[in-house]
């Protein structure tokens, strides 16, 4: 059998719930064509770089996926007709990535760096100077 990756965007005016029982119901779709589904990431509400069917948004939820070509094609036709995802891909891998996927990583790089500008860290000082070529006050040498 061979390995991929699947993601697909899910509608923003979804509930949670809603997004993880688009994921049950795939699961079922892949496991009743003969495959099988390894680790889903729910990337969460992110947004899109220009509209998609009227939405600025979309839940985000990725599947690695084992399974033959067939169980891939049912999948794919599956949300072609489900108007709830906006658009889905899917890409063969040789291997799955062991940990959190790179979105996932950078996620968490991103909760971090917002921690140091708030406590006055590294580039706190840099917004207060005035440009280079900016002129001396009047009065001021």
Not at 15 to 44: F, M
Not at 84 to 90: E, F, G, P, Q, S
């Amino acid at each position: 059998m061979n390995l991929y990756e699947h993601v697909f965007l899910a509608r923003q005016d979804l509930s949670q719930q809603q997004v993880e029982a688009l994921v049950d119901q795939y699961k079922g779709v892949v496991e009743a064509n003969g495959g099988s589904i390894g680790r889903v990431e729910n990337w969460g509400l992110k947004s899109l770089a220009y509209r998609i069917r009227k939405n600025r948004k979309a839940h985000y939820t990725l599947m690695d996926l084992t399974a033959p070509a067939d169980a891939v094609q049912e999948l794919e036709r599956q949300m072609r007709l489900n108007e709830d995802v906006l658009r889905y891909m899917t890409i063969r891998v040789a291997a799955h990535e062991e940990g959190p996927s790179a979105m996932l990583a950078k996620r968490d790089r991103d909760d971090r760096g917002r921690g140091d500008r708030d406590r006055g860290g590294r580039g706190g000082d840099r917004d207060r100077r005035p440009p280079r070529d900016a002129k001396p006050a009047e009065g001021a040498e």
